[in-house]
């Protein structure tokens, strides 16, 4: 699985006090924490008033940048903050997120139509989320149109089937499931990513609730999750869960994980 660490975002509260505090020794240690974990991309998102945000992305940017040479996935709400953004980031990672709504699509499919950046699309319109697997699928349909019109390779993108919170849902995780196989059949060459941690807002002992989620949703299909990096249980149940359904040959990621300490059970003192 492509593990894009979750923890320099502003949402948090701890990394919201940092960032307005300006607390760079916080930031720079959460970057190279991530890497050591074994995270392949960097999310940071300031979380701050639009009219401050990309001077604080630049800022966090910066600091992260000195410590990591993992790739950056940008993240912000506003197509027109990420776009401003790129020219910070020193080399193409990933955008978080366009979507069918609004102005997402047409802003940023055209700042990254002729490089090498990568991109998150999320299976929503301007009506919101999709209440079925198959208005998802429609929704993305119509997002691999518009990157056929830009020409934007369908590797490229890190497709969302949207991932939402458990203890409020109807169906369980029956849909996200039904949505993942289904952009899967759709498409062999996207990848299919999702926020892990979605899953078990509101609920008790939530890493519990989030490995289980994240085996299943490799079983069915994805390839990539924005999630704890830090979280050892998390680590473990992925390498697990992959070597189980056939996606790590002879078992070598596996193991070479278990050699590097990277999963399994803390060495004893």
Not at 225 to 246: H, K, Q, T, V
Request: negative net charge; contains cysteine; aromatic residues 4%.
């Amino acid at each position: 699985m492509i593990i894009i660490g979750e923890k320099l975002n502003g949402s948090i509260p701890s990394i919201g006090k940092a960032i307005a505090e300006r607390n760079e020794k916080k930031i720079r240690r959460l970057a190279v924490q991530q890497e050591e974990a074994g995270a392949d991309f960097l999310d940071v998102c300031a979380s701050v008033p639009e009219d401050v945000e990309e001077e604080t992305l630049k800022w966090m940017l910066d600091l992260v940048q000195e410590e990591s040479s993992l790739p950056i996935c940008l993240d912000s709400p506003s197509p027109n903050t990420i776009v401003k953004a790129m020219q910070y980031v020193k080399k193409p990672g990933l955008i978080n997120s366009v979507s069918m709504e609004g102005e997402k699509i047409s802003k940023i499919f055209p700042a990254i139509a002729d490089t090498r950046w990568k991109c998150i699309a999320l299976c929503s319109d301007e009506k919101g989320i999709p209440a079925t697997a198959e208005k998802r699928l429609e929704v993305l349909d119509r997002i691999l149109a518009e990157a056929d019109k830009y020409g934007i390779a369908h590797n490229r993108l890190f497709i969302d089937p949207l991932v939402e919170m458990l203890c409020t849902s109807e169906d369980g995780i029956a849909t996200v499931m039904e949505t993942i196989r289904g952009i899967r059949a759709r498409d062999e060459d996207v990848h299919i990513v999702g926020a892990i941690s979605n899953i078990s807002f509101n609920l008790p002992a939530r890493a519990l609730i989030n490995q289980a989620f994240a085996t299943l949703a490799i079983s069915a299909g994805m390839d990539a999750g924005i999630l704890d990096p830090l979280n050892r249980d998390m680590r473990s149940a992925i390498y697990a869960a992959e070597a189980c359904m056939g996606l790590d040959d002879y078992c070598m990621e596996y193991i070479g994980a278990f050699r590097e300490g990277l999963i399994g059970p803390l060495p004893k003192e």
